[in-house]
């Protein structure tokens, strides 16, 4: 696999420091943008505090079937300057939109073999992208269908049940506290804000809470494959059966057994304060190997080109 520097210019001018990872053969080749969960994320999905390191294997894996990936860190992260608390939801998906056209004129890439991978927010923004007639195949990995709204509610009764006894006795008491923080994010106008002390990237929770991703999955025009762990705590596994059902011609799912939401697998009682644990070992295997044989029939990687990447 070689591997080159490569900066997409958004559309108010930021230059989005990236990393394009290329198979060891001739090109041009099809080709995969990746897209990251929320936070102030690098190219490789990782922030000081907590280690996810999807985008090394993920390319590499990729370039074994013949397939490019281009990844690049988030406004105010790794290479790329901005700050992430003033950045909103728009923002990242205008940045992917600008990755994609970055992508598809690359002379190094096949433009009419381009796909979208996105984990957590980056599956939601993969959504709207598969709506793209320059965009052939589209993966989610841990995306939700609904309101983003909707999937916080989930998501916070999701945790409540993982936590210890004397904690859950507090439901009620929380979910009032929960209901003031969101009444909150909402009334504030800023793009960050102090909440309950805590300083948040308000834009981006506003517009997050206001999402839709029903709307975006009804009018995809690529192909689909969805993953999601049966012991995902923050999105629910469910809803792999709504994105089936709302994407024009059906999508490929994938409910997969003890996955979690950081892509490892735990065969014990899912909880958010595994996730380190869990970090220490590699993404899974059999969801690298099933996202990258999917996309190899969709973006009809040659096998002389498989051959050579894997030789």
């Not at 985008?55 to 397939?67: D, K, M, R, S, V």
């Not at 190094?108 to 793209?132: F, K, N, T, Y």
């Not at 009444?183 to 506003?206: E, F, M, S």
């Not at 709504?242 to 009682?269: F, K």
Request: charged fraction near 25%; aromatic fraction near 2%.
């Amino acid at each position: 696999m070689l591997e080159t520097d490569m900066t997409v210019t958004a559309d108010d001018g930021t230059r989005l420091a990236g990393t394009l990872s290329l198979p060891d053969a001739p090109g041009p080749h099809p080709a995969v943008l990746l897209l990251h969960g929320s936070g102030p994320l690098d190219r490789d999905g990782n922030t000081p505090k907590l280690a996810v390191n999807l985008g090394a294997p993920l390319a590499e894996a990729l370039a074994e079937q013949g397939i490019a990936t281009l990844r690049y860190d988030r406004r105010g992260a790794g290479a790329t300057p901005g700050t992430w608390r003033d950045t909103g939801f728009a923002d990242n998906r205008r940045d992917a939109a600008s990755a994609v056209d970055a992508l598809v004129a690359h002379p190094d890439v096949r433009p009419e073999a381009v796909g979208v991978i996105g984990h957590s927010e980056g599956a939601l923004h993969a959504m709207a992208l598969g709506g793209r007639s320059d965009v052939r195949a589209v993966v989610l990995l841990a995306g939700f269908a609904g309101s983003g709204e909707d999937a916080f509610r989930w998501q916070a009764r999701s945790i409540l049940r993982t936590l210890p006894a004397p904690v859950r006795m507090l439901r009620r008491p929380l979910a009032a506290v929960g209901e003031r923080v969101l009444a909150r994010i909402k009334r504030t106008r800023t793009d960050a804000a102090r909440v309950a002390g805590v300083p948040v990237n308000a834009r981006w929770l506003r517009e997050m809470l206001a999402h839709d991703s029903r709307d975006d999955l009804a009018a995809v025009r690529a192909s689909v494959l969805a993953v999601t762990g049966d012991k995902d705590l923050q999105v629910d596994p469910a809803d792999l059966d709504e994105i089936r059902r709302l994407v024009p011609g059906g999508a490929e799912i994938h409910r997969v057994s003890c996955l979690t939401h950081v892509l490892r697998r735990d065969g014990g009682r899912p909880s958010l304060r595994s996730y380190r644990r869990l970090l220490r070992d590699p993404v899974d295997p059999d969801v690298l190997a099933l996202v990258g044989t999917w996309l190899t029939h969709r973006l009809d990687a040659s096998p002389a080109e498989r051959t050579a990447a894997s030789s």
